[in-house]
Each structure stands twice: as C-alpha cells, then as structure tokens.
C-alpha cells in the first residue's frame, strides 16, 4: 500500500518546472516569484509529510470497504483500467465540485489550493495537508463496486499527475478536439481565477466533459486574477493551512441560532443569514487598485533562504521515499522538523528578523538530523559541513 505515482513523479515535476523557468527567461514573462513559488511548494511539502502520516487512514478507509462490503471483485485489465481511470474522473470532479460549493470543504480540503496569486506549475503543488481523508469519502463507491485498492490508488495517482501540466501560462490554447475533451490549461486557468464569471467553474480533473454535462464549463476569456476572494497574504505554510479553518470558526461562533451555524458549515462560502447582510457574492476585482502580496527581505536573506530551501527538499524527498524504514516516533521527529523547517523559512521570507535567532537553533538540529538519516562519516560531514557553511551565511546575511 505504499505505493504512491505522486511520490515517484517528483523529479519530473521539478524538472518541468525549470522547464518553465527557462521559458519565462527567453521570453521575458514573468510567471514566477520566489517568495510566492517557495511558499507554493512548502504548501506541498507539508501537505505530502502530513499525508505520510494519517494518509494510512484514508486508504485503510477504502480497503475496509473493498474487504467487506464490495459487490464484486473486478478484474484488472486494460478495460477495467479504462473504466476505472473515466470512474476515478467522474467522482474527483464531484470531490473538487463540493469543496468548492461547501464551505467546510472549502475552507479545510482546498482553499489552500487557491491562494496564490501567480500561476506556474509551483502552484500545482501547492495543496491542503488537511484534504485527504475528506476527498477518499467521494470514492469510496469503487470500492462497493469491487476496484481493488491499489489498481485505486495508482489510478487516482495518474490523475492527480496529469493535473500538473496545466498549472501554466506557458500553453495558450490546444487543439479544438483535445479543448473539447479534455482539461487543458487554458480551462483550468479559468477555474484558479477570481473574477465573478470564473468563480466555481471548470471543476475537472482530467476530462472537461463533466463541466459541459453538468453545467459548471466556462471558456477562457479575459485574462484571469488569479487567488482567492480574501487573500491569505502570509509565506507560511503552516498558517495558509490553519487561517481559513480559523476564519471559519470565528464565523460560525458569531452566526445566531444552531441552524444558521450549520448553514456557515455546508452552504456555499460567502453565506451568511439575512440579518447578517445575506449571501456575499465574490466582488468583482478592482485592476486599478489590485496590487498581489509581495513582501520579501533583502536579497542577501533571500539568496540563504533559497539555499536552505533546497536542502528542506533533499530531506524532504529522503523521507518520502524511505518512509518505511522508519518507526512511528521516527516518522514524527522527522515529519516535525520538515515543517517546522518550511514554517520558519516561511517566517524569514515575511521579513521576520525576530525569528533570525530561531534559525541558528533550526541549523543544529538540522544537522543532526543528517546524522540520524546519514549514520556514517558522509551523514557528520554534511551535518557539520551545514552548520558552518550555514550559520556563517545566515550571519552574513543577518
């Protein structure tokens, strides 16, 4: 069961995304920036370590039911493929549909999904550590109708990795027969913007079809702002992940009356009770006065950040793809200090300076976390090597 595309397609996604990274350079476009890509990808992270560690339980959700309560066991073919792929389709537009019109799944399965305000193939990982269990809910008549749970997940994996390729700018618009079928960047830039007419449109995985069929499809038109109605505005990981789940709490503590508090819950976002103000529609963006969330610290802390950045991601990676060899308690330690890791950076790309003294602390622990997954004379000499070379740097940089 630990067999994972996602995990394996990693490199891939990295190398595309330098990819796009040298498009941009030879044609002057700026897709990309730093902060904002750093915080796109510390999303990711965190949403990947948390899923190693609870993301059992939601596959331990479908093979119970596949166990004991499927009607058939469907043999695995290249025609049970076929069908199982269009299935897996069919109810991720019915997931991604309700996390966009239930606040509750909104607000903890995919908000976070939204909140960036460029839009490169960084934003494609950018996802919700919290959305996993949820969205499993949605397939779980697979496994009634008798899909075995890992034909299940390497489907469902493939799905989610076609999804990657249309987080971009850099393909305008495809052949009419492909557009007609299936999601392509251009619709799916429609589906990340925040204008009114975009708003709760284009909600496929792979294939457009079920947007046409079911009356969410909308073209591409005027260029999409991209983000969300209230922007999160924060490099934090940890905080982008926990804001709106906050948000709505406070809402639902300050509705009146034990029914309207459920409506906050499992109505549309932006309703609220008629003496409230009644539903609040999403405003229609202001390009005179629109200017994106861009604080940053100077370039010398910048250019450090960057350098720990990749390091978090060696280790990151390492864990992902050696989780097994580890117990419980080591998972945690681990899984830990990644966030803690990309929060703290995240802390230091918003200019934070009264954090700088908690990243020399975050520099020793993280080489001995070199120790612990290198117990040899490599793992002391990159942990020791990351303390001086490091500490020296963040000094400079301070």
């Not at 494609?124 to 269990?133: E, H, I, K, N, P």
């Not at 405003?283 to 610290?297: A, C, F, G, L």
Request: net charge positive.
């Amino acid at each position: 069961m630990d067999f994972n595309p996602v995990i394996l397609s990693i490199p891939l996604y990295f190398l595309l995304i330098g990819f796009e990274l040298i498009h941009q350079a030879v044609t002057k476009v700026k897709s990309y920036r730093t902060n904002d890509a750093i915080t796109n990808i510390s999303c990711g992270i965190t949403s990947q370590v948390t899923a190693a560690l609870w993301g059992v339980m939601s596959i331990a959700m479908y093979q119970y039911v596949f166990e004991f309560w499927s009607v058939a066991t469907i043999p695995v073919n290249l025609w049970t493929n076929i069908a199982l792929f269009i299935l897996v389709d069919f109810f991720y537009y019915w997931f991604h549909r309700a996390s966009h019109e239930i606040n509750f799944l909104w607000n903890t399965a995919h908000v976070v999904h939204h909140q960036s305000e460029d839009y490169n193939l960084s934003v494609a990982l950018r996802q919700t550590s919290f959305g996993g269990v949820f969205s499993m809910l949605f397939y779980l008549p697979l496994a009634f109708m008798g899909f075995n749970t890992l034909s299940f997940l390497a489907i469902k994996g493939l799905n989610l990795i076609y999804q990657f390729w249309i987080h971009t700018e850099a393909i305008k618009k495809l052949p009419k027969w492909f557009e007609a079928i299936f999601n392509t960047p251009s619709h799916h830039r429609v589906h990340h913007g925040r204008n009114p007419k975009y708003i709760d449109r284009n909600h496929a995985g792979t294939l457009i079809i079920w947007d046409r069929m079911f009356g969410t499809f909308q073209p591409e038109e005027e260029k999409p702002t991209y983000g969300v109605t209230k922007p999160t505005n924060t490099w934090n990981p940890v905080w982008a992940n926990i804001l709106p789940v906050v948000d709505m709490s406070k809402q639902v503590i300050a509705t009146p009356g034990f029914v309207n508090k459920l409506k906050v819950l499992f109505y549309k976002p932006g309703w609220q009770p008629e003496e409230q103000g009644g539903y609040q529609a999403a405003p229609e963006v202001d390009s005179t006065s629109y200017v994106k969330y861009d604080i940053h610290p100077q370039a010398r802390m910048i250019r450090y950040i960057l350098g720990q950045f990749i390091m978090v991601l060696a280790i990151t990676s390492l864990f992902l793809f050696t989780q097994a060899n580890y117990e419980l308690p080591q998972k945690l330690l681990l899984a830990g200090f990644i966030i803690w890791s990309v929060l703290q950076l995240g802390l230091l790309l918003e200019n934070r300076k009264n954090w700088i003294l908690m990243e020399f602390l975050r520099i020793l622990i993280a080489s001995v976390v070199f120790v612990f997954l290198f117990p040899n004379q490599l793992g002391i000499g990159i942990g020791i090597g990351n303390l001086i070379v490091f500490s020296a740097w963040l000094f400079k940089a301070k």
